[in-house]
């Protein structure tokens, strides 16, 4: 069992910056694959980014690419989302999401949300214009 407790969110403006962080515990080990995911109200959960913890090898959603970073500290166990330049559309309840059977190659490529067991609460990200 893995549990993830995602924290960092909150309300900014347009062009500004959060870092959301997600920590993991449990029967965690040194290579799995974590990721983000995000849902808007009225919209489908959409995947953000993934990393696998051992190499560090991330993925982005072409949305996110080049405004946020995906990162994991080994030593802390969690998993952080660097988010600048955001955009009103940007707005939703980000997740944190884990699985310690995805392979690397698919991780690489960014799991499906079907594809994850263990999931967090969900952090809210508001981005006024």
């Known amino acids: 069992q893995v549990y993830l407790v995602e924290s960092g969110g909150g309300s900014v403006q347009a062009g500004g910056s959060l870092r959301l962080s997600c920590a993991a515990s449990?029967?965690?080990?040194?290579?799995?694959?974590m990721g983000w995911f995000r849902q808007a109200p009225g919209k489908e959960r959409e995947k953000v980014a993934s990393?696998?913890?051992?190499?560090?090898?991330?993925y982005y959603a072409d949305s996110v690419k080049g405004r946020f970073t995906i990162s994991h500290d080994n030593a802390k166990n969690t998993m952080y989302l660097q988010m600048n330049s955001l955009k009103p559309e940007d707005t939703a309840m980000y997740y944190c999401a884990a699985d310690l059977s995805i392979f690397e190659s698919v991780c690489y490529s960014g799991p499906l949300e079907y594809e994850y067991k263990y999931w967090g609460q969900g952090t809210q990200v508001t981005v006024s214009s």
């Open positions: 990393i696998y913890t051992r190499d560090g090898i991330s």
């Open positions: 449990g029967d965690t080990y040194s290579g799995y694959c």
